[in-house]
């Protein structure tokens, strides 16, 4: 089942949020062409680490697409776009404020060429406001948004989230509103104009916790790995390691008082309610660790994991890739690199019908199929021949 099968796709964007957008509409089914600058192409294609010449981080989040490079700056560059967009079903772009205008592949030229296109905007703050001209990173949106002042050990330095979620939740939300103008357009025949910003999508993710600080007029502070409205929900230390507990309601603590020889403190008005227990935060976590640091962290598992309180070891990223429970989800897949053989990738997240989930293809190289798209847009070879001596597009040589 692929559900956007035939829905054709030009991906203007770069780095992390709008190249995964473009990279799960593939994964749905769609036909993608990831345009890039010759030369260089996407900037992520320069970030390390890298395989060989390839970089990890493009190959995350570019398979399933063919790459046309192409020189925007110049007319004709910008005149094979305008013929490639008659045939667009969606426009995916996250330029500079200006720049796409400049480009001729703003919303406004292009609805006039394509009336009926689903053209989606990605920008760091929006394009109005105060800071609507303001470059977009996920790293400047954590610390706006208040998230990297939530983050840490508490009374020690703020943190960074490691893998870069607005970025990434700013893709996914792309994703979301790609596929209801798509519905929209479906049902009324009209195109739409999606916008996303990486400041809506970090504000999105600080939604409880505003809800939080309204309610209680405390300004959220790090807590390291606890949580500020349950208790006991946090890591602690075992007798060989540590493990994270999720006590996450009145009924799992009588579960894990009973598993854990606690049983006078199930109904011991200190910590017999979650509220009790947040209010009585310090006392329940020292009880608690106390007893998990009698036995060792694998032996905790087994005994809490049939009691059925959540609980789960601190895995490394290479322990969870090579964790049988992600093997036997198939999230890991292979495909056939131009270069490189065969990657690795992390699955699209969603599964229809029971289906194996698979990647139809690879990153690309740059400029790998600017032949073959051109040849489907309707130019001839000669032509094509001619644009790649003047420099308006770029073709990778092994291909």
Not at 64 to 90: M, P, T, W, Y
Not at 260 to 272: I, K, N, Q, T, V
Not at 311 to 334: D, F, G, W
Request: with cysteine; charged share 20%.
């Amino acid at each position: 089942m692929l559900p956007l099968n035939g829905v054709k796709v030009l991906d203007l964007s770069k780095v992390l949020a709008g190249p995964l957008c473009a990279q799960s509409l593939g994964d749905l089914g769609a036909d993608v062409i990831k345009i890039e600058p010759p030369g260089v192409g996407d900037d992520a294609r320069a970030w390390t680490p890298k395989y060989g010449d390839e970089s990890a981080s493009f190959l995350a989040v570019n398979h399933n697409k063919k790459s046309l490079a192409i020189d925007l700056k110049a007319k004709q560059g910008q005149e094979i776009f305008h013929r490639l967009a008659r045939n667009a079903d969606v426009i995916i772009q996250g330029f500079g404020s200006g720049t796409a205008r400049r480009l001729g592949v703003d919303y406004e030229t292009l609805k006039a060429i394509v009336p009926d296109v689903v053209y989606c905007e990605i920008s760091g703050y929006g394009r109005d406001g105060p800071m609507g001209s303001e470059p977009g990173y996920d790293v400047m949106l954590q610390a706006f948004s208040g998230m990297i002042s939530s983050i840490g050990q508490a009374g020690g330095e703020c943190a960074r989230v490691s893998f870069s979620p607005v970025d990434l939740g700013t893709g996914m939300h792309a994703v979301s509103g790609i596929l209801a103008a798509l519905l929209h357009k479906k049902n009324s025949g009209q195109g739409s104009y999606v916008e996303v910003s990486l400041l809506d999508t970090a504000m999105g993710y600080m939604g409880y916790m505003a809800h939080n600080y309204w309610a209680s007029g405390r300004v959220p502070t790090p807590m390291g790995t606890s949580h500020p409205s349950l208790c006991p929900y946090q890591t602690f230390a075992t007798l060989d390691g540590s493990l994270m507990l999720g006590v996450g309601n009145d009924r799992l603590w009588q579960k894990f008082c009973s598993s854990a020889d606690l049983g006078p403190y199930m109904a011991d008005p200190r910590f017999a309610t979650n509220a009790a227990r947040v209010k009585n935060f310090a006392q329940t976590c020292a009880l608690v660790e106390e007893r998990l640091r009698t036995r060792g962290t694998e032996e905790w598992i087994s005994i809490l994991r049939a009691a059925g309180v959540p609980v789960s070891p601190i895995q490394t990223l290479a322990e969870a890739l090579n964790h049988e429970q992600v093997k036997s989800r198939n999230i890991v897949v292979k495909s056939a690199h131009a270069t490189l053989g065969e990657v690795s990738h992390i699955a699209y997240p969603v599964t229809f019908n029971k289906q194996p989930r698979g990647v139809k293809s690879a990153a690309p190289t740059l400029g790998q199929h600017s032949q073959e798209v051109l040849l489907q847009a309707g130019y001839d070879q000669s032509e094509i021949e001619r644009f790649l001596s003047q420099g308006v597009i770029a073709q990778y040589e092994g291909k």
